[in-house]
Every structure is written in C-alpha cells, then in structure tokens.
C-alpha cells in the first residue's frame, strides 16, 4: 500500500493535481483514433456535428486576469457551464476550441511566469466543466501566434523583428523557442486528462502562405511559403507526438486559397487553380507528415464550395465531395474545424443580385433555415465524419451585431438548433454510429 500511495503522491507532482492517476492512465480507446480511415472514440464507430466553442478559455483567463474568482457568482462561468449542459442535452458530446488569448495576449500569457497562472487556472476549469457534462474538446494550440506583434491605437497591427515566416520557417528563432516549450509544458501536462479528443496545431495558417507582394510582404509582415507552413506542420507535430503518443494531430485548417498553387509557384497571380493543383497543395502539406487528420474550414454560404477551374477551361466549384476525395487520395480523415454559411446585409449587392432569397441574420430564423439546412446536407451527403460549426453562444460584439450575428444558441434561436440535433442523428446513422 506504501508504495502505490508513493506512487500516486509521485504522478500529483509531476503531472498536476488535475491528472489522472497511474491506475487510470488513458488508453487508445480514451482518446480519438482512427481504424481503416474511420474515427473511433470509446473503442466504437465515432461522427459528429458539433459547434465551435471557441472563447470558453478566453473568457475563463479573462475574468482570472481581472481579479474575478471563477466560482458560481462569475456570470461568465455560469453561462459557460449553462452552454456545455444544454450540448450535452442535445447528444452533442466534443466542441473545438482555442487554447491560448487571442493576439499578441496568448504568448505573452504563457511566457509571463504570473499570467502562466491564470492560463493554467483557466485551462484546468474548461476541462473541468467539459468533463462534468462528458464533453470532448478539439484543443487548439494556437501555434502560430508566437510571434513579435502588437496593436497599437492609431496604428493597428505593429510587427518586431520575428514575424510569422521567422516563426514558420525558422527552427531557432526565438518565438518557435518559446512555442516548444509551450507545448512541452501543456501537452505533458494534460496528456493524461481525459477530455483532450485531440490536439490542433493552429487556425487557417494555410490562408497566410504565399500572400502580399512580390517579397512575400502583408500589410508589413513576412509572410512563410507554402513549403515552410508544410515542414512546420510536421515539426510541431512530431514535438507533439513525442510528449503525447496516443493523441491524433490535426493541421487546423483552412481550406486553400482559390489560387494556392498559382501563388505557391511565385507566379504572385490570383488565377484560379485547377482541382489537380489544389490537391497538389494538399499533397504538398500532408502526403509525408505527422499531421494525422487534414482539417479544412468552410463557408461556402451562397455557393455550393469555392471556385476553380475545370479542366475544360470553364470554372466549377470545389465542394465537400471534392475536399474529401482529395482526403481519401492522401490516406487520411477529413474533418471540417470550422463549417459556416455566414448572413448578408441587402447592401451587399455581390450575393443579392444573384441569389435574391438569400438570408440576412440567424433571427430571421425562416430565411436562415434552408441555407443551413443545404449546408449541413452537403456534409452528410459527402460521408464528412467530424464536423464543428461557427459557432455556439458566443458573446463577442461582432458575432452578436445585427444583422449578421451567426452564432446559434438554444435560446436565441431553438427551431434553427433543431435543424443540427436532427443532422448530427442523420450523419450517425448514415455512417453506421450509434446514437
């Protein structure tokens, strides 16, 4: 008895007192995998379509960073939790979402030794309440804002001498310095904490590559290659792998730009790529990396996909039947981090002109109705087995401003949610998951 109780005192120290004990250490069937291309999760058959919870740790760090205890008096928690049980209610069983502050706040949180703290502190209470209404997180590291940057009034974005090509493509450059040992730190110390369905390196990296001038240069940053975001990918990944085995890695999106290989190929022109050069990009990212799931984010609202060119010379679209099968080519699952038809206002003239019945919020819940329900059918008519959509009660201004808030809330708008509740039963049974 001495020794296990030595043994348990042991792994509180070195992993937290919010880990598991040795005698509960995780195994393949605790976290996601994949058998025969297929996800599996409590050793079963796993698909869902869920919601992007994105600002639960922002919020968390937030009130902790003001001074504001998180217990049962902090509305901010109350409303959290009130979301995660109405999920949980639903059959909804994982969320996706951010790891670190959004902007330069997420590396100064964790390389301040006193706001580490309260990232931790903030960390620990989201799996806690995630944990309590058996709800599973895509966790997003948010790899790539480790970098020299800063918002000055009057000024917007300011960048240092490290911009995101230093980060990307430079091993030993002082913010990949610090973003490992973020990661050596938060993977170990949540690698045994059930609840982490999987690791996401950052968000839509992809749709900064090979962007600005001829110089690579973007409203005053150093933009990374395609080829740079590919071996960085696969980099973090590994470094990921190494503290967490068990654990899959997904890229984080996004979908490629429609002209990726045109500007990858430093032509700097925005002519449309054709199908076989966009898997060339996908190719280019996943076909020998670490990166286990190939995410893309989608928002097609109008259209059925993104525009390419067909091979006749004549544009086509670019859909999740087509993203798929570019997944399906490299060997690995799709999933989609981040899916979306986002309102219009009547002022926007480019969607009005041509589709005349389109939506302009989520509280006009008739008009929004088709649209999401075409969306979410696209999905399940093309065998997508992991879905997130943008997003779930969100309190940020620009997702609640009329008319284009387009987040979803039971309250808000339940006839819309009802629609999802439903699809996610369809894209089970249609994949053979049980309910």
């Not at 309440?129 to 918002?151: E, M, P």
């Not at 973003?179 to 170990?188: G, I, K, N, P, S």
């Not at 399940?380 to 979803?408: E, H, N, T």
């Amino acid at each position: 008895m001495n020794k296990i109780l030595i043994l348990l005192i042991l792994n509180l120290l070195f992993f937290g007192s919010h880990s598991l004990s040795f005698a509960e250490s995780l195994t393949k069937d605790d976290v996601l995998s994949i058998r025969d291309g297929r996800f599996f999760l409590d050793g079963k058959p796993f698909a869902e379509i869920s919601f992007n919870k994105f600002d639960i740790l922002w919020e968390l760090y937030d009130e902790l960073d003001a001074g504001r205890p998180l217990d049962g008096t902090n509305r901010l928690l109350v409303a959290q939790e009130k979301a995660l049980k109405n999920l949980h209610d639903m059959g909804f069983r994982t969320i996706r979402i951010f790891g670190l502050p959004w902007g330069p706040r997420g590396p100064e949180s964790y390389a301040d030794p006193e706001k580490r703290k309260n990232l931790y502190a903030a960390m620990d209470k989201t799996l806690d309440i995630c944990n309590k209404y058996g709800i599973w997180i895509v966790y997003s590291l948010f790899a790539d804002n480790f970098t020299d940057w800063k918002i000055v009034p009057g000024k917007g974005w300011v960048y240092g001498k490290e911009h995101l090509r230093e980060l990307v493509g430079n091993p030993e450059s002082r913010g990949r310095k610090l973003l490992y040992a973020y990661l050596d730190e938060t993977v170990a110390r949540y690698k045994e904490r059930k609840g982490i369905l999987m690791w996401e390196i950052t968000n839509e990296l992809t749709l900064r590559a090979d962007i600005g001038d001829k110089e690579r240069v973007y409203h005053g940053q150093r933009m990374p290659t395609l080829k740079q975001v590919a071996v960085f990918y696969d980099d973090v990944a590994k470094r990921i792998k190494a503290i967490d085995p068990l654990r899959l890695v997904s890229n984080g999106g996004s979908n490629m730009r429609e002209s990726q290989w045109h500007l990858y190929q430093k032509e700097h022109s925005w002519g449309l790529d054709t199908f076989e050069q966009q898997f060339k990009c996908f190719q280019l990212l996943f076909a020998n990396s670490a990166v286990d799931v190939i995410d893309i984010h989608s928002y097609p609202n109008n259209t059925p996909g993104y525009t390419i060119m067909g091979e006749d010379g004549h544009k086509t679209i670019l859909d999740h039947k087509g993203y798929r099968a570019i997944a399906l080519r490299l060997g690995k699952p799709l999933m989609i981090g981040e899916l979306g038809v986002l309102p219009a206002a009547k002022t926007d003239k480019k969607i009005w002109d041509v589709t005349p019945d389109y939506f302009e919020s989520f509280d006009d819940t008739a008009a929004a109705k088709p649209w999401v329900q075409k969306t979410l059918n696209s999905i399940i008519d093309a065998g997508v087995q992991l879905i997130y959509w943008w997003c779930y009660q969100s309190d940020r201004p620009m997702d609640q401003g009329k008319p284009q808030r387009f987040d979803i809330d039971l309250e808000r708008n339940p006839d819309l949610l009802a629609i999802f509740v439903e699809a996610n039963k369809r894209l089970k049974a249609k994949l053979k998951v049980a309910q």
